[in-house]
């Protein structure tokens, strides 16, 4: 199916453990991002990939690693989960956003660490 | 940096009254402007978006903004109210200044539609 996926949609880990959030899209576009969405807080950056091996952290990067090897791939690890990085992420992407293009969102991981 | 404010965090109608959500930015430079909506456990899905030209913007569900550069401002609206329109709502901008154009999103109004 065409769109943007993530898996897995629902994720429960304990502190200190690696986990890997993937995101999917077909559509080839350019630009990826990842947020994260915290009641009180609204949706942040967390990195975005303006094209395949270019990444750039956003405003709230710490603790997370991202990769690009594939232009429909963008991956994000927490090395070592901690109880803050309890969230919803979303990942979106983009053909053009410097042309006023719109963001298309996943349906979002709720991730707990515990 | 770019900053949204979106007054009010919850924000109650009737079935059938007038939906105004607010939103107000600060930028030095001209922005993009974006409505997002988020029904529960979904992702978001774009209303409607402010790039250039006409400053009255037409959306998805009836939803419609206008861009008013004097005021900073890009307020959401609908005339008739549903109840399928309970929901968050999300105003956001895209600073060409700032990372790869992301978005930078108000904390959302949460609409609440009453019979």
């Known amino acids: 199916d065409a769109g943007i996926t993530q898996s897995p949609r629902y994720k429960i880990t304990e502190t200190g453990r690696q986990v890997t959030l993937m995101c999917h899209q077909t559509w080839s576009h350019s630009y990826m991002f990842w947020y994260r969405q915290d009641l009180g807080h609204g949706l942040r950056l967390i990195y975005y990939s303006a094209a395949a091996d270019i990444t750039d952290k956003g405003e709230v990067p710490d603790g997370y690693v991202v990769s690009r090897s594939k232009t429909e791939n963008f991956p994000l690890t927490l090395e070592s989960a901690t109880r803050s990085q309890t969230s919803v992420y979303f990942c979106a992407s983009s053909a053009s956003p410097g042309q006023g293009y719109e963001q298309y969102f996943g349906p979002g991981t709720r991730l707990t660490v515990t | 940096a770019q900053s949204v404010t979106q007054l009010g965090s919850h924000v109650s109608v009737s079935e059938g009254a007038l939906v105004l959500l607010r939103c107000n930015y600060s930028s030095s430079v001209p922005p993009y402007l974006f409505w997002y909506v988020q029904y529960p456990n979904q992702g978001l899905q774009l209303l409607l978006k402010y790039t250039t030209g006409a400053t009255l913007v037409k959306g998805i569900n009836g939803f419609e903004a206008e861009f008013k550069k004097s005021e900073t401002s890009f307020h959401l609206t609908k005339p008739s109210a549903h109840m399928s329109d309970a929901a968050e709502y999300f105003c956001?901008?895209?600073?060409?200044?700032?990372?790869?154009?992301?978005?930078?999103f108000g904390k959302g109004t949460s609409l609440l539609v009453t019979p």
């Open positions: 956001a901008v895209s600073d060409p200044r700032s990372s790869g154009y992301a978005l930078n």
